[in-house]
């Protein structure tokens, strides 16, 4: 979706500090090149291909269609890209662009660790330098991805300041690229921040709808009646949305975080049920959650990566405009959902996507059967291993890990 | 001529620089930051820059962004730092206070009625870092209706043609942020491209503009202030006296200023 001069409706703009002005344009022409260069391009999709894996495919789901009774259900497997989420897309893409700039060094921020990731996988495989800025809570909430962004050669940098989230991560990768903001790039995870970020990753993102429309045409004939993506940042609702923006008949659900309830602090709706407010931070024009004196809000979600407080600006326009509708799952449907996929498809989604299956599931049942839903699948469910454990309360989960570390330590 | 410049050009023709004196409105507490304001005010610096906190102050570094986090818990509102101010510009006419704040609180309280509000509260100018000059039309329009002034910043990164093009929009004073990064004791790697000697900065910026220049970030000594003589007419010290406060509360915050008088 083509912004105008890096706004969508009275969303997005770029209000960042002077000290990064420069490095902004320098990306913005750099895009402006890119994006409609054939080679350029061409290169992103072999690495989608060759690299990711994709095409991603689009999976039937007959069982959970038996069971609900209503539409029809397909999942956008975007679990199946590797690094097991669709922040890949989006690494590709930018870390394609920032050796076309002759960048050496990358900058990321990272909420469930999956774009954190992400992130050094591509460093890896294109020689980049790799900072990651991850949230103390985050950190202590998803250990095996920090883990893994070690192993990779990538520089984890604990970030211990405010709720010691996504957000104070984001704020922190901004202050990095001020120290070196021609030498670095900062490789934005999600389609926030100022422009051209929204719109660029949005863009490389948007690979997931157009495989979809051309799937969907295939496996069954017509355009999905419905299309359902949980919203964090909102990169996978962009990605899987924008390319059926123009088809009416298209109906786009957006799923926010619910957490424990509607109490500031307890959960991450930005756009749905009226919470957020619209207000200028972290680079950009969106809707926050904040209080009247403008301080953005503590939030919470069982998924450590839709735990943000603010919003894509291309979702905080579409949901101002209608086209896309928003709701939200709590935190008990997500468990609910995801327990459903698992046993009934064989499908372990992560927490983050299982909100777009529980607010699908609220839905279906009440749709016609000759009805299509597509469900996206953001990412696989492996990462949450220890939450899910601790919410299905299971007994062997805890002591299997003291076990661990009593060999460990003797070790 | 606007006020504010008028100020800096009288008071620079005793003094071969002026300080600007940075505190975090709320910081450990209202009262607190108010008498420590007070206390500056009475050792004579001639501007004061009030930080309205916020929870996300993306341009500062560890000691401000911590200051900000703590003065948040007193939950401070702009109104009743406008009227606070106001008091402190009564008492000290012969100094004069900026506001700084992010855009975010600014804009909750309404970018449009925040020029007269603190122009009426004896406010010279506005510091909003994370507001861009082409975004700003309507802001500027406001600023000049009231007669405050918008402060805007230039740094190392900024390309001659932008920097002519902020100058040119300028009143009052410049702000020129002396190097990358964020606001304190360097706490990033900056990388390894060559950053322009701040003399050569500062004399391109003098040769774009006769605007008054302050210079800050990462300014926390006298022998630094001294050296800015003949290239800049204020030295912003922020953090410095924030890490000095921290340390031995008001009077070393005092010391602190004194020393930087050299
Ligand atoms: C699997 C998965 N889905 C969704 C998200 C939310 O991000 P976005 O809304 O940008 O897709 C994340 C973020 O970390 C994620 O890891």
Redesign the interface.
């Given at each position: 979706m083509q912004s105008d001069k890096g706004f969508f409706g009275r969303f997005g703009?770029?209000?960042?500090?002077?000290?990064?002005?420069?490095?902004q344009q320098a990306l913005l022409d750099a895009w402006n090149q890119a994006r409609v260069d054939s080679d350029f391009l061409a290169e992103v999709d072999r690495e989608l291909q060759q690299y990711s894996g994709r095409p991603t495919p689009l999976t039937p789901c007959p069982n959970l269609t038996r069971e609900l009774g209503g539409a029809q259900v397909f999942l956008k497997r975007e679990d199946l890209n590797h690094s097991g989420a669709h922040k890949m897309n989006n690494v590709i893409g930018q870390g394609l662009l920032v050796k076309r700039m002759g960048k050496k060094?990358i900058i990321a921020e990272t909420g469930a660790g999956q774009h954190g990731v992400a992130s050094a996988l591509i460093a890896a495989r294109l020689g980049l330098e790799c900072t990651i800025y991850m949230g103390a809570r985050d950190i202590e909430r998803q250990y095996p991805n920090v883990f893994w962004m070690k192993q990779l050669g990538a520089t984890v940098v604990p970030v211990t300041?405010?709720g010691q989230t996504l957000?104070?991560a984001l704020?922190e990768a901004?202050?990095?690229w001020?120290?070196?903001?021609?030498?670095?790039h900062y490789l934005l995870g999600t389609a926030c921040g100022c422009a051209p970020y929204p719109e660029m990753v949005a863009e490389f993102q948007s690979v997931i709808g157009r495989e979809v429309r051309a799937q969907s045409l295939q496996q069954f004939g017509t355009l999905p009646d419905s299309i359902y993506a949980c919203v964090g940042g909102g990169s996978n609702a962009a990605g899987i949305m924008l390319p059926f923006i123009d088809d009416q008949s298209v109906e786009l659900v957006g799923v926010e975080a619910g957490g424990r309830g509607p109490a500031p602090g307890d959960h991450s709706i930005r756009l749905s049920d009226d919470l957020g407010s619209p207000?200028?931070?972290?680079?950009f024009a969106t809707m926050?959650l904040?209080d009247?004196?403008?301080?953005?809000m503590e939030t919470h979600s069982i998924a450590a990566g839709l735990d943000y407080v603010g919003v894509s600006p291309i979702l905080a326009h579409l949901n101002d405009t209608g086209r896309v509708r928003m709701t939200a799952a709590n935190d008990d449907e997500v468990m609910h959902a995801f327990q459903a996929l698992l046993r009934l498809e064989g499908i372990i989604p992560a927490l983050e996507s299982s909100h777009a299956v529980a607010g699908a599931l609220r839905d279906i049942p009440a749709m016609s059967p000759d009805k299509k839903v597509v469900i996206n699948i953001s990412g696989r469910g492996d990462k949450d291993i220890f939450n899910v454990a601790s919410a299905v309360k299971d007994a062997e989960f805890g002591p299997f890990l003291q076990r661990y570390l009593a060999r460990e330590l003797q070790a | 001529m606007s006020k504010l410049q008028t100020f800096i050009e009288q008071q620079r023709k005793e003094k071969p620089i002026l300080l600007m004196t940075h505190v975090v409105y709320g910081y450990p507490t209202i009262d607190e930051s108010l008498a420590l304001m007070r206390d500056l005010l009475n050792e004579g610096v001639e501007l004061l820059e009030v930080q309205f906190p916020?929870?996300?102050?993306?341009?500062d570094?560890?000691s401000i962004?911590?200051a900000c986090?703590q003065a948040?818990q007193q939950?401070?509102?702009?109104a009743r730092c406008l009227e606070d101010i106001a008091l402190l510009a009564e008492d000290f006419p012969a100094s004069r206070i900026l506001l700084m704040s992010?855009?975010?609180?600014?804009?909750?309280?309404g970018l449009e009625r925040l020029p007269a509000d603190a122009a009426a509260a004896g406010i010279a100018g506005l510091i909003i870092?994370?507001?861009?000059l082409e975004?700003a039309a309507d802001f500027r329009h406001s600023c000049v209706e009231a007669r405050i002034e918008p402060i805007?910043?230039?740094?190392p990164?900024?390309?001659p043609a932008?920097m002519q093009q902020?100058c040119d929009a300028a009143s009052g004073m410049l702000y020129c942020?002396s190097r990358?990064?964020?606001t304190g004791a360097?706490?990033?790697?900056?990388?390894?491209?060559q950053q322009v000697p701040l003399e050569d900065y500062l004399a391109a910026i003098r040769a774009t503009t006769p605007l008054p220049l302050g210079v800050g970030f990462g300014i926390r000594t006298g022998v630094q202030v001294k050296a800015l003589h003949g290239m800049a007419d204020i030295a912003v010290v922020g953090s410095g006296l924030l890490d000095a406060f921290n340390h031995g509360g008001r009077s070393a915050a005092l010391e602190q200023v004194r020393s930087l008088r050299g």
């Open positions: 703009g770029s209000y960042i500090p002077e000290i990064l002005h420069a490095s060094r300041s405010g957000r104070d704020d901004l202050r990095d001020s120290a070196d903001p021609s030498g670095s207000g200028i931070a972290q680079g926050f904040q009247d004196q403008g301080q953005l | 916020f929870s996300d102050p993306s341009a570094g560890p962004l911590h986090h948040l939950r401070p509102t702009l992010y855009l975010n609180p600014l804009y909750r309280y870092p994370d507001l861009p975004l805007w910043m230039l740094t990164e900024t390309p932008r902020i942020v990358r990064g964020v360097d706490s990033h790697n900056s990388g390894n491209s």
